[in-house]
């Protein structure tokens, strides 16, 4: 995808109408387009301070991050990126397992001259994520995950298993096929299956994604995130023979009507010094179904002086 487009892609989704937005980000947030790992990163950048990465996943961009960056500017440079082939991030044909993932953080951080991180992420942005930290320990100061497993990594085999993640094997020409001019029907079985209320992913939001995940090629990309996770299992496995578990404290947060604690069961395969939430009356969409509660989790865990 071009500059061009790109800037054009987001001059006509911020002139949409206002149904269709989810909350903004701050006004002095800047959308920076960073050459990274062979690809372009749409990242958005903020605040003052200490830096935190903040990580989406699958069937949202890096904007469901707004209210969390907006609590967390004033003492926080706050960097936003989507992933590669998702948002408004160019679609390589390409490179879709989370190790290589974790090295366009690398370089989307090298480009601002950022050395250490705080990295918070949800989704498969977990999983990219973990690649990252694993690659680059010395960059994370702090970790939090929030409501997704690791390829690989503690009960993946039997989390594999659960029928209602039958789209980690959904995909090729014939699923693109059958999702294409659809993708706002394919999308509300994530957002309603995985919420605790339905509702609370709002119409707003569901407007906004769907428009995001029916531009060309995205769903094809999307369809190759879940296709790399077989060697992203592989990848998980080789680091943590070879590195070891992280070291970095960790916080794992999981929904009460998801996840819940297996998160932390999850991630202590993964880590050494991992700390448990349960955000209550939570599907998967932490930041959707209780913002305030997750934010305020968030921030205690970054800052626990504050």
């Known amino acids: 995808m ?38 372009t990163i749409h990242t958005r950048i903020g605040g003052h301070g200490p830096a935190v990465v903040l990580l989406h996943g699958y069937g949202e961009t890096g904007d469901m991050w707004a209210p969390l960056a907006a609590a967390l500017q004033k003492d926080h440079t706050v960097i936003v990126p989507d992933l590669r ?6 679609r390589p044909a390409s490179g879709y397992e989370k190790k290589v993932q974790g090295q366009d953080i690398a370089g989307v951080l090298d480009a601002l001259k950022i050395d250490r991180t705080v990295l918070v992420t949800h989704d498969i942005g977990n999983m990219v994520g973990y690649a990252f930290a694993a690659q680059y320990p010395q960059r994370v100061t ?23 993640l039958w789209h980690f ?71 943590l023979t070879q590195g070891g578990k992280l070291t970095m404290p960790v916080l ?14 999850v991630m202590r395969f993964a880590a050494s010094d991992v700390h448990e939430a349960v955000i209550a009356d939570a599907g998967h969409w932490l930041m959707e179904e209780q913002p305030d509660a997750t934010v305020a989790v968030v921030v205690e865990f970054i800052d626990p002086q504050s």
């Open 142 to 164: 702090r970790f939090v995950l929030m409501d997704a497993p690791l390829p690989g990594i503690g009960p993946w085999d039997e989390i594999l298993r659960n029928p209602l």
């Open 252 to 265: 794992a947060i999981g929904g009460e009507k998801s996840f819940g604690s297996t998160m932390a069961t």
């Open 169 to 239: 094997s959904f995909g090729g020409p014939d699923a693109e096929r059958l999702v294409a001019g659809r993708e706002r029907i394919y999308l509300d079985r994530f957002w309603n299956e995985f919420s605790a209320t339905p509702s609370r992913f709002s119409e707003a939001s569901r407007q906004h994604y769907a428009a995001l995940y029916a531009q060309p090629g995205a769903m094809h990309a999307g369809f190759a995130q879940f296709a790399a996770f077989r060697q992203d299992a592989v990848d998980n496995q080789a680091f």
């Open 85 to 90: 082939g998702m948002g408004l991030s160019a």
């Open 2 to 39: 071009t500059r061009l487009l790109i800037a054009c892609l987001a001059l006509l989704l911020s002139a949409a109408p206002a149904v269709a937005q989810v909350q903004p980000f701050p006004k002095d947030f800047r959308i920076q387009e960073i050459d990274s790992n062979g690809t």
